[in-house]
């Protein structure tokens, strides 16, 4: 993409100044309008604040939907908590649609996922369920309507590296276990995230919308557009093949002062989206 096409992008997209400081900040900083695609926020990307702090961001940044961490909602939460903690979301109209990374690697930490994720009212695990635990993932499914997206972390993870990784695992399975696409981690292994996504499309529950620097081992989080990934490809395929789920933005870069990078990659898919909708 060429600087000058980034830099409508970006112009559309009403990006917040870099350096805007929470506490200046004001809701409707960033106005989302509607599009096809349902924008979520993955709260690692909050990793060093609390979950009130987390609420605050995600509400200035005029985002509906918010999957939190363990270190936002602590996994050994009981009822009460989790309750409480879904109220304080949603009371600023924000969803609380899913979880994660949730790691499993034992039927009592499965059992517990599943548990804590209806306590708190959450329709979607992003989890990394061990191999053998599978089927009885799958039985957990079932019985409690409970989607699980497996998530792939790229170069390095002997698990679940790629998307097709987890396709070979789950393609003959119920369909609510599913795949949370990591464009990032799918980018640092060499592959194209659009065609990954086209791919493995029927079984896409969630994804993580990010940028990296390097397709290697090496990549790392960026803002969105100044990256290796061609972002309105990307998108363009999600929003021609109709995906109905939550793609959520994962910012891992300046995890002490993510609002800057974060608002500028939410403003410049906000300009894809809007580019998309005018041709």
């Known amino acids: 993409m060429s600087k000058s096409t980034r830099r409508q992008f970006l112009k559309t997209g009403g990006v917040v100044i870099p ?103 959450i329709d979607t695990i992003i989890g990394v369920p061990a191999h053998n635990l599978l089927d009885f993932v799958e039985e957990k499914i079932i019985e409690t309507n409970i989607k699980v997206a497996i998530h792939n972390h790229g170069p390095g993870d002997e698990v679940y590296p790629s998307p097709e990784s987890i396709y070979e695992k789950i393609k003959d399975r119920d369909s609510r276990l599913g795949i949370c696409m990591d464009i990032g981690h799918t980018a640092r292994l060499g592959l194209d995230p659009s065609k990954e996504a086209l791919k493995y499309f029927d079984r ?15 990549g790392e989080t960026i803002e969105i557009g100044r990256g290796i990934i061609d972002i309105p490809k990307f998108i363009d395929t999600l929003v021609k093949n109709q995906y109905k789920y939550i793609a959520s933005f994962e910012f891992e870069k300046n995890p002490d002062n993510p609002m800057p990078g974060i608002s500028e990659s939410i403003g410049y898919i906000k300009g894809v989206l809007d580019s998309i909708s005018q041709s």
């Not at 990307?45 to 999957?67: C, H, P, V």
């Not at 896409?204 to 090496?218: R, T």
């Open 204 to 218: 896409l529950l969630d994804i993580h919308l990010k940028d990296v620097d390097k397709a290697s081992k090496e």
């Open 19 to 121: 350096g805007m400081l929470l506490a200046s900040a004001t809701k409707g900083s960033i106005s989302l309008s509607e599009h096809s695609i349902k924008l979520g926020i993955a709260s690692y990307s909050f990793r060093n604040f609390s979950l009130e702090e987390t609420i605050k961001m995600t509400e200035i940044l005029d985002i509906k939907y918010l999957a939190l961490k363990s270190m936002h909602l602590p996994l050994d939460s009981d009822k009460e908590f989790l309750s409480a903690s879904e109220e304080k979301v949603e009371e600023k109209g924000i969803i609380l649609y899913g979880c994660g990374v949730v790691y499993m690697n034992s039927k009592d930490e499965v059992s517990n996922a599943f548990r804590y994720a209806q306590d708190a009212g």
